[in-house]
């Protein structure tokens, strides 16, 4: 990763690797995407298990969960394509994705970043907590914002795809995932280092930066938050800090940037 621009981000990796990866991860650059040997593979997902045509390939199990049924129907007809790929079920909510994984217990789930009743995130969340055997995701998105991908991957998602991604990418992406590596495209792994690279806003922080967009005043923020006027006026000034703005207007423009909020805040 030569050049002055990636430099920053490249000095950022390691921190990757300590705040977001299992130490067994190696974020050593490859020349079109990042992976690593975490686990073992639960079955052998890459090899036929016989030469005779009569003797069937082990399938690689996969749910598809988008809230948008060109996308389902698209990664549906990539993957069904594949011999050695089973596409077990397809689900259009958070929900749904949930209680489908929980029936089928797949070997890959794909689940999108915005759904309804629940969001990307609060899915891999909650299918990570508490299992002995963590699901394998692959968070599938129209967005490449900085907090957007140090979420996923801070929550314990496997693989980060754009939904421009091209089949080759997707089934590359499935595989190694799939096979108990990670797979995170270079462009992505480098908003990554970029993202751990500034400093993170607190859980209130963030509150008050909402606020901020929505047009508040600091002391309407504080009625809101039964926070004094001065506590209020602290957190912007540490927000213009992390954030390197120097306003108001500034920090809403850089925070809508890395994904810190949205247009819909």
Wanted: charged residues 25%.
């Amino acid at each position: 990763m030569g050049g002055a621009r990636n430099r920053p981000a490249s000095a950022a990796l390691a921190r990757i690797q300590l705040e977001y990866l299992p130490s067994t991860m190696s974020l050593l650059p490859l020349p079109q995407s990042l992976t690593s040997q975490a686990e073992k593979p639960r079955r052998n997902t890459l090899q036929k298990t016989g030469s005779s045509p009569n003797i069937p390939l082990e399938q690689i199990r996969v749910i598809i969960a988008d809230d948008h049924p060109v996308v389902r129907e698209g990664l549906s007809s990539i993957l069904s394509a594949l011999e050695d790929v089973q596409v077990v079920a397809e689900a259009a909510n958070g929900k749904e994705a949930c209680e489908l994984y929980h029936q089928h217990s797949p070997d890959v789930l794909i689940v999108d970043l915005r759904m309804p009743e629940k969001d990307g995130l609060q899915v891999v969340t909650e299918l990570m907590a508490g299992r002995a055997r963590k699901p394998r995701i692959i968070v599938i998105t129209t967005y490449e914002s900085e907090e957007d991908i140090r979420r996923a991957v801070r929550a314990g998602a496997k693989g980060y795809l754009l939904k421009a991604a091209d089949a080759e990418q997707i089934e590359e992406a499935v595989r190694a995932v799939a096979a108990g590596r990670t797979l995170f495209p270079t462009e992505i792994t480098l908003k990554l280092a970029e993202s751990v690279a500034h400093p993170e806003l607190t859980k209130r922080e963030l509150e008050v930066l909402r606020y901020i967009a929505n047009g508040r005043s600091n002391k309407e923020i504080g009625a809101i938050l039964y926070i004094s006027e001065a506590t209020v006026k602290g957190h912007v000034r540490s927000i213009l800090t992390k954030l390197e703005a120097i306003g108001r207007a500034e920090a809403i423009a850089i925070a809508n940037k890395r994904g810190l909020i949205h247009a819909n805040t």
